[in-house]
């Protein structure tokens, strides 16, 4: 596994024990956002944009 995928997996652990540690409008979003992020990255394993 590459530096970027590894990335993409802790971003989508810490976004998955966000959803169930914390409570609110705001850790929601936060892990939602992480969440999102985190399963970009894993499945990618890329950070390049398409012109």
């Not at 596994?1 to 409570?23: C, H, P, Q, Y």
């Amino acid at each position: 596994m590459n530096k970027v995928r590894i990335t993409g997996f802790v971003l989508l652990a810490i976004g998955i024990g966000l959803f169930s540690l914390i409570d609110g409008d705001l850790a929601d979003i936060s892990a939602g956002l992480l969440t999102g992020l985190g399963v970009g990255l894993l499945l990618t394993g890329r950070l390049r944009f398409q012109k």
